[in-house]
Each structure stands twice: as C-alpha cells, then as structure tokens.
C-alpha cells in the first residue's frame, strides 16, 4: 500500500474502500479494453490460435485472453440487445423472462460458455467424479482380481447365452 493510496484528503482510507477502489479501477479499465477491441478481428485471432498445433506459453496467455474478450463482448452485446428490448417487453408482458425472449440472440453463446466453463471448471462429468478423491482411490484399491473378473465375466456370458428360453419364464428364473 503506497502512501497516495492510504490517505486521500488527509483520511485514512480502510482496506475496504483500497480493495474497492482497486476493483473498480480494473473494471474501468477492463471495459476501456472492451470498447477498443473489435470482436470480428479477435474472432480470427482466435481461430489461428486453435489451429496451432504449439504454443509458447505467452501464447496460451494471449488465447486466454481473447478468449475472454471474446466471451465478455457477446455478453455485452447480448445484454446490450436484451436492455433495448426489454422495456417494450415490459409494458407488454411482465411475467416473460429476459432470457426467454432473446435466445434467439444468445442461443449459441450461453450453450459455449456453459460447455466451456464445465471442462474448464473442472466440474464432474462422471458419475466416478462425484465421489470425493479417498473413496475414489478405496475403489480402486479394493478392484476385484483377474481371476474373479473371468469368472464373472463367463457367468455373465453364460446367462446372455441361455437367454433363448422360449415361453417357460419360470425356466430362464430359475436359471438366474
């Protein structure tokens, strides 16, 4: 903390109004970003970068990053789309949603910014994935043998072979 951040006008400013300030300078200055970028242009950035088969690691940085830029412009302007439309909207019907009425606009964007951000994310697409990470490795430990998974495996075989059982039910049952 320098000391022209921790003072303004003779007070003593709080950690709280610092952070608060410094996150509303990076808004600011993050939007000031987004104004100049030009979406078309960032779009084609983007494609060379997936299409590359390496990158530097200042490159990965600058996919990121247009990524970002990318995914905040839509939503800019799909909300931009959706606060022009949603006062005539209001006086004709209230108890529409905003999302209903522009997913004609923003079909395609929230369907790749949910994909994204659950691969990203990391959340589970597995049901193994759910289980916390010391059940998962108990599983593991506690696999069944070669020996009994044969065993299951032609038991298993055997019941799929003798599914000819015809009309007699009790028959195919009792052979379970």
Avoid at 43 to 72: G, M, W, Y
Avoid at 95 to 109: I, M
Avoid at 125 to 136: C, E, G, N, W
Wanted: aromatic residues 4%; hydrophobic residues 30%.
């Amino acid at each position: 903390m320098s000391s022209d951040e921790a003072r303004r006008h003779g007070f003593r400013l709080t950690k709280k109004e610092l952070e608060d300030r410094r996150k509303s300078e990076k808004i600011r200055k993050w939007n000031e970003r987004l104004d100049r970028e030009d979406i078309v242009k960032l779009r084609a950035e983007l494609d060379s970068l997936n299409r590359a088969t390496f990158l530097a690691p200042h490159q990965c940085e600058r996919k990121r990053l247009v990524e970002r830029l990318i995914r905040d412009l839509e939503r800019r302007n799909c909300n931009d789309s959706v606060s022009a439309s949603k006062p005539q909207e209001e006086s004709l019907d209230r108890e529409q949603s905003v999302c209903s009425s522009s997913s004609e606009d923003c079909d395609n964007l929230f369907v790749s910014t949910i994909t994204e951000s659950t691969v990203m994310d990391g959340f589970p697409t597995k049901a193994d994935q759910i289980l916390p990470r010391s059940l998962r490795k108990r599983q593991k430990e506690d696999v069944v043998d070669d020996r009994y998974r044969k065993r299951i495996r032609n038991a298993e075989d055997a019941l799929l072979s003798s599914n000819t059982v015809g009309d007699n039910l009790e028959e195919f049952f009792d052979s379970l």
